[in-house]
């Protein structure tokens, strides 16, 4: 359906994006993660169209829209990670200015505007001042006002953040109501990977303005099918063992937090008795020792070398 | 673009320190200035300024209709017995007394006091600044007077207006004999006075017209001044909510609509010229109503205002219009919107909006001249004194072209898709 061809962008000659290889099938629900910079608004910015590629092409049902961006205007809802949202103006005004320049019209935009308040569960407040409402029903109006058009891809970026686990979930049930009982495409970025875990069908990890990776949840695990986590709770930190521990033969990545390590190891090397033996060496007692299967954060760790909140 | 244009307005209305900003303020201004210099000049500039005239009277009216007569006889003009008539009439109209009757109305008591000296005490006293003027009626005055009013020609002896230097004093006082001479003109038919020394260069008018109502008081040049100057700064508002619009990334969700952008500039424009309008009325009513800022004015003076108030207001929405596209190019928006306030108070400051134009210097003054308020505090001064079309008209017309050159300029600056 929506399809991006070395799609690149500099500004004053450094490259923001770099040849972003990605497409969404209809109906499917794709997730963007990467950290902050990664290029993510960049590559969203170029699919919605407001700003230009430097390189590269974006194919709508294979035709090249870069020169012609009306088509994918007219289908495309985009929820900006920015409250972009009069605070002025109540719910109802807000959602009647922008549903009217989509040249929605008459009782059409008033269905519009009901269907969007009340998938965003809004109805009850939508003559509300949006200045008086909370992060999260803000966030909510502003997804409702990428609704007003009945989008076929819906295009979120990072629509939770800053705000409360109840308004959270009501976005994350909202996005999955779309996705599943109306058949939008979506394109999810998050900072939380379980979010995107819990919603999407693939994942591309995009890192300095590159697709690092991409495929389904368990395309991308398998890329850690070589390697152990192993979590170990230590009476107390040291340096020193830390450091003994990551020349280990075998250990590839170790990560120290208060008194608690994470090693990431190849598969099926013996740790335990390693890691005894270094912790009597500098008198210091394993209180919890487990292996862990290891999760999306874990592959993302591991090929970027940094946390998505780094 | 109704949509636009009503979100705008929607905004500015919900916004009630913006509201009272634009609207209040202004009056509040007017009132506490106009008391304040009430306080230390008086209401009204010609009402206390205390002016001194000397009136050096060297005419020797105990003769002068028989002088007249002989002159009548003499010339051959008329004959003994009707030459009696016309003296006879005569002696019923005396120039010098009707001139002094003049200086000491009721009208001018207030305002000129009059010092009957001899010329040299009356010179020594201008000199020293104790006195503004003379004003010397010559010898033969009378007999001159009414002898040509009698032949229809210009008098031989005119009356002398002296001073040490133009002021503004010195321009009201000669206005204030100038008015008496348009009184004798109108009742003897005379030619004007000529001033033989330092004559003043004045001003259409004159003070028979400051007794119709007809002069610019302060209180108007307070309103007119800040009614411009609060319609500039709506302009910077207008700005700087375009900034606020594109850091909370609402103008992006506009541009993700197929919309044309140019919608939001055009909203822009009409919604300013709007607000200006409706905030320029507003203080002229409303202090009027509080001051009686212009009494017993007619309809059609009021439909000038509204001329004058649409037109800044046109000329306020262009420059509302050339802050949004700059709003909207600029990567720092708090830059911006310092830039807005630094013009505005430019535009202010030399177009009359904080200090009367007349105290700025000459070439201020005249680039004073050329901004929207300077220019619309131009309009309202020879609106208010003269109400006459064709002394407004070319101010109107630079007003329509300040208009044109920032709505180009915006139109030129406005970013297209993907720039902004």
């Known amino acids: ?310 | 673009m109704g949509n636009f244009i009503k979100k705008d307005l929607l905004i500015f209305w919900r916004d009630r320190k913006e509201l009272i900003t634009v609207l209040i303020l202004p009056i509040l201004l007017v009132i506490i200035l106009n008391f304040a210099f009430a306080g230390l000049l008086g209401k009204d500039t010609e009402s206390n300024l205390d002016l001194n005239l000397a009136v050096v009277n060297q005419d020797n009216a105990t003769d002068s209709l028989e002088k007249l007569k002989e002159k009548l006889v003499n010339e051959g003009l008329v004959g003994e017995g009707e030459a009696n008539v016309f003296v006879e009439q005569a002696s019923h109209l005396d120039p010098v007394s009707m001139l002094l009757n003049y200086l000491d109305s009721d009208e001018l008591k207030g305002l000129v006091t009059i010092h009957e000296l001899g010329e040299e005490e009356a010179i020594t006293k201008v000199e020293d600044g104790d006195l503004d003027g003379i004003l010397i009626i010559p010898d033969g005055f009378t007999v001159e007077s009414l002898y040509a009013a009698f032949v229809g020609e210009a008098p031989t002896k005119s009356l002398e207006f002296k001073m040490e230097k133009e002021t503004n004093n010195t321009s009201i006082l000669f206005d204030i004999v100038q008015g008496f001479t348009d009184q004798l003109n109108y009742q003897f038919a005379l030619q004007e006075m000529d001033a033989l020394e330092n004559e003043v260069t004045l001003p259409t008018g004159g003070v028979e017209k400051v007794g119709a109502g007809e002069s610019f008081t302060l209180t108007q040049y307070f309103t007119t001044a800040m009614g411009a100057l609060f319609a500039l700064f709506l302009a910077s508002t207008v700005g700087t909510k375009t900034g606020l619009e594109i850091r909370q990334k609402v103008f992006n969700r506009i541009l993700l609509t197929n919309s044309n952008p140019i919608l939001f500039l055009i909203g822009k424009m009409v919604s300013t010229f709007c607000l200006t309008w409706l905030q320029i009325m507003f203080i002229f009513v409303f202090s009027h109503f509080i001051l009686d800022v212009f009494p017993g004015r007619t309809v059609s003076f009021w439909f000038g205002v509204i001329g004058i108030a649409s037109l800044l207001s046109l000329a306020i929405a262009g420059l509302a219009a050339l802050f949004t596209s700059i709003s909207l190019r600029v990567r720092n928006i708090d830059a911006a919107n310092g830039i807005f306030m630094l013009v505005i108070l430019l535009f202010g400051t030399i177009g009359g909006g904080f200090v009367p134009i007349y105290v700025l210097p000459d070439w201020l003054q005249q680039i004073g001249e050329w901004t929207p308020n300077g220019i619309s505090l131009v309009m309202v001064t020879k609106w208010i004194q003269f109400e006459d079309l064709s002394n407004i008209f070319t101010p109107g017309l630079l007003l329509i072209g300040i208009f044109l050159l920032f709505t180009l300029l915006s139109f030129a600056l406005y970013p297209k898709r993907g720039e902004a």
Do not use: W
């Open chain 1, 1 to 310: 359906m929506l399809e991006t061809i070395k799609l690149s962008k500099s500004f004053k000659g450094k490259k923001a994006v770099q040849d972003v290889n990605l497409y969404l099938d209809s109906g499917e629900s794709v997730g963007l993660l990467g950290p902050n910079g990664a290029g993510k608004s960049t590559t969203i910015s170029m699919i919605s169209s407001l700003i230009k590629p430097t390189a590269g092409e974006i194919k709508l049902n294979g035709v090249n829209i870069i020169n012609n961006p009306e088509q994918i205007r007219r289908i495309l809802g985009v929820v900006p990670q920015e409250l972009a949202l009069y605070e002025a103006l109540s719910a109802y005004e807000n959602l009647k200015f922008f549903g009217s320049i989509y040249k929605i019209r008459g009782n059409e935009l008033d269905k519009s505007i009901q269907r969007a308040l009340e998938i965003v569960g809004l109805q009850d407040r939508q003559k509300d001042l949006v200045k008086t409402f909370s992060g999260g029903m803000k966030r909510r109006v502003n997804i409702a006002a990428a609704l007003l058009h009945h989008p076929k891809i819906l295009i979120l970026d990072e629509p939770t953040v800053g705000i409360d686990p109840q308004s959270r979930n009501h976005i994350l049930e909202t996005v999955r109501m779309l996705n599943k009982n109306e058949g939008t495409t979506v394109m999810y970025t998050s900072h939380y990977m379980e979010e995107v875990e819990q919603l999407c069908d693939r994942l591309y990890i995009m890192d300095h303005g590159e697709i690092i990776a991409s495929g389904t949840k368990g395309e991308l695990l398998s890329i850690l099918s070589t390697e152990d986590t192993i979590k170990v709770q230590l009476s107390k930190m040291d340096d020193r063992f830390v450091t003994q521990v990551k020349s280990i033969e075998g250990v590839r990545k170790v990560e120290a937090a208060n008194t608690n390590l994470k090693i990431i190891a190849k598969k099926g090397i013996n740790l335990v008795s390693e890691l005894v033996y270094l912790s009597e060496q500098h008198h210091i007692q394993l209180i919890n020792f487990h292996t862990e299967n290891p999760s999306l954060e874990d592959v993302f760790l591991h090929l970027t070398g940094r946390t998505l909140r780094d």
